[in-house]
């Protein structure tokens, strides 16, 4: 049975971007209630996004990392180097494993590959920029744009709604599954706009009113119960920043 004093922090990192896709990481803290009141400061949960060598679209899943994601990357590992995690998790794409690589070498971990923590699947719009989509699918680009919850993408593709049950079973689970220590995990643009609603309460249709910039940290806690946020957006560690979506 889950303690509820326990306590998890999940950090987030965007490693890369590709059209509609940017990669993060996140990290649990369930011993947050051991920590002093500086730690906790510390261990906010964290998105960090990186920037691509792509236009900004949908998602094209299996690109690689260009050479500024790289540098980004390299960056985000040297910030974390210092922190202790008793795992880290990855998306199974292929920019989220070399951004998961990069960072984890750093910290002494080899990532555990978990395809829940993917970017939703946009169907017939995966690989085509935002003006490309709206061209050939105006009517479903809307559902897309005002963010229906329950619009399904044409081509198999998921509806908001499904995509956001997919991300909270991923991090109940790995929450769950480390208690009491710190974990790292490397997903998606997409995946970090749900997990800030998720800490926060907003509804999926709601505009976004936050942020996702492209190699920021952002910090969640789950207490065995409830998230909340800590932090959002730290670019501390970078020059500058693209904001990885743009609504949806």
């Known amino acids: 049975m889950q303690d509820n004093n326990s306590r998890n922090t999940i950090i987030f990192v965007v490693a890369a971007v590709v059209i509609l896709i940017a990669y993060q990481f996140f990290v649990l803290d369930p011993a947050a209630k051991k920590r002093s009141a500086e730690l906790a400061q510390q261990q906010r949960a964290v998105a960090a996004s990186t920037q691509a060598d792509a236009p900004k679209g949908v998602a094209a899943p299996g690109l690689s990392a260009g050479t500024t994601v790289v540098s980004r990357a390299q960056a985000t590992a040297a910030s974390l180097a210092s922190r202790r995690f008793a795992a880290a998790y990855a998306s199974d794409l292929l920019r989220a494993r070399q951004t998961a690589d990069a960072i984890t070498a750093r910290c002494n971990l080899q990532p555990v590959?978990?395809?829940?923590?993917?970017?939703?699947?946009?169907?017939?719009?995966?690989?085509?920029?935002?003006?490309?989509?709206?061209?050939?699918?105006?009517?479903?680009?809307?559902?897309?744009?005002?963010?229906?919850?329950?619009?399904?993408?044409p081509g198999g593709g998921e509806s908001l709604r499904q995509f956001a049950a997919r991300i909270h079973e991923a991090l109940h689970d790995i929450a769950a599954r480390h208690q009491d220590s710190a974990v790292l995990v490397v997903t998606h643009g997409g995946v970090l706009d749900v997990a800030h609603?998720?800490?926060?309460?907003?509804?999926?249709?709601?505009?976004?009113?936050?942020?996702?910039?492209?190699?920021?940290?952002?910090?969640?806690?789950?207490?065995?119960?409830?998230?909340?946020?800590?932090?959002?957006?730290?670019?501390?560690?970078?020059?500058?920043?693209?904001?990885?979506?743009?609504?949806a």
């Open 197 to 247: 609603r998720l800490a926060t309460g907003k509804p999926l249709e709601t505009p976004r009113d936050f942020t996702i910039p492209n190699a920021a940290l952002n910090w969640i806690d789950w207490d065995g119960a409830d998230w909340r946020l800590i932090a959002w957006a730290e670019q501390a560690h970078l020059d500058s920043a693209l904001d990885e979506l743009p609504n």
């Open 113 to 153: 590959i978990d395809a829940r923590l993917r970017e939703r699947h946009y169907g017939a719009f995966q690989a085509l920029t935002y003006d490309e989509a709206r061209a050939r699918f105006p009517d479903d680009y809307h559902h897309f744009e005002s963010r229906d919850p329950e619009f399904v993408f």
